[in-house]
């Protein structure tokens, strides 16, 4: 085989390779856009208000402590 014809078989190579690497890339995008399509379609994107009666309000018992703790610490760098 002479150079010429390994150098056109490189070519051709390389272009294939190059060519199966865009086609997966622009198969992916199409499929990334299919994706959000549907995700909007079904309102998938929309998140729901979950409300948790049991969790402690913030400011009550021990975090009032905790909070002037801080406040006094931060009062007192001066």
Same mark, same amino acid.
């Given at each position: ?19 199966? +690497? ?7 995008? +199409?499929?990334?856009?299919?994706? @959000? ?16 009666? @049991? @969790?402690?309000? +913030? ?20």
């Amino acid at each position: 085989m002479t150079i010429p014809e390994m150098l056109s078989q490189s070519g051709i190579l390389t272009i294939l390779g190059m060519g199966v +690497v865009f086609s997966f890339l622009i198969i992916l995008i +199409v499929f990334m856009k299919l994706v @959000a399509f549907m995700v909007k379609a079904f309102g998938w994107d929309k998140e729901e208000a979950v409300e948790n009666p @049991a @969790a402690p309000t +913030v400011g009550s018992g021990q975090d009032q402590a905790v909070i002037a703790a801080i406040a006094a610490a931060v009062n007192d760098r001066d």
